[in-house]
């Protein structure tokens, strides 16, 4: 089983920033990648970032020149880090991740989600 534990959300004044982490752990072979979601009120969730185990990122137009996403594959750990935040950046943060628990099986594991609001 896999479990996904993030931290780092909080309340934060608009231009600040956070950073966000996200550790998976349980019994698995590997990562495949690993990401960040985010669900408004009223609004559909939608990607923020994203890494592969590779190294390679995406990012949400939003995200750009904001944030950046990496992966401490060690630790099997994920990093959202956040500057310029905005008003509109306040959302549930959710971690993604894409995981082979063994040489057949491939699944997609989520968060519980940690909440980031950005607000004078």
């Known amino acids: 089983q896999v479990q996904l534990v993030e931290s780092g959300g909080g309340l934060v004044q608009p231009g600040g920033s956070l950073r966000l982490s996200c550790t998976a752990s349980?019994?698995?072979?590997?990562?495949?990648?690993m990401g960040w979601h985010r669900q408004a009120p009223g609004k559909q969730r939608e990607l923020v970032a994203g890494i592969a185990i590779g190294g390679s990122t995406d990012y949400a137009d939003s995200a750009k020149g904001r944030f950046t996403i990496s992966l401490d594959s060690a630790k099997n750990t994920v990093y959202l880090q956040m500057s310029s935040l905005k008003p509109e950046d306040t959302a549930v943060y959710y971690c993604k991740a894409l995981i082979h628990e063994n040489w057949a099986k491939m699944n997609d594991y989520w968060g519980q989600g940690t909440q980031v609001t950005v607000s004078s």
């Open positions: 349980g019994s698995f072979l590997s990562i495949a990648g």
